[in-house]
């Protein structure tokens, strides 16, 4: 599946600027998770990965997870995206399990980096780039800071891992850090149809 289709399938089903936001912050993410975990020739895939991952989010937030399969295969996604789009509801809707590492990435990645931009916004510079992680860590001890963004499930991520609380929100910083200007400049141009 090509990131252009990809994009066209998602808009399908996305309009609000919040998900698109949240879409291609996780898709950047994914990418550069994949070059740095010797991944580098599935980038492009675990890029769609990101990209979709919540499709069905928006038109269907009582069954997210569960519509995905549905919508995804409508547009051609092939069956492995499937399965990793899916795995990130793990025990949330759905007992599809994260098995590659690329869908332990994104299951624990996923709701960080929403605790990430919560954390950034509320910044004067409104950036990651000058964000450290000690901030991330001060703002991920107050549960009603982000209330969205489950902790549970990020902790239980690390663990999928086999990494520290403190190496995934790195890894996660400097995964957004490298394609935040990118998300940005896209963001100032879009407008909801």
Known sequence: MSREAAWSLF?????DP???RH??????????????????????????????????????????CVKAPALLRSGGAPEALIHA??????????????????????????ELTGLIWAAAIIRPSKSVQDMEVKS??????VPAFAAGCSRAVIEKGADMLGWSLDALMEKTLLAMRASEAEVNAFMETYQAP
């Open 11 to 15: 808009l399908q089903y996305n309009r």
């Open 136 to 141: 991330i860590r001060k703002k991920y001890k």
């Open 18 to 20: 919040f998900h698109i």
């Open 85 to 110: 789009v899916v795995s990130h509801g793990y025990g949330l809707g759905v007992e599809t399990k994260p098995e590659h590492l690329m869908e332990k990435v994104l299951y624990a990645a996923d």
């Open 23 to 64: 879409a291609l912050t996780v898709e950047g993410v994914m990418k550069w998770y994949a070059r740095e975990t010797g991944f580098a020739d599935e980038e492009a895939f675990w890029g769609n990965v990101g990209l979709l991952h919540d499709i069905d989010f928006e038109a269907y937030p009582d069954e997210h």
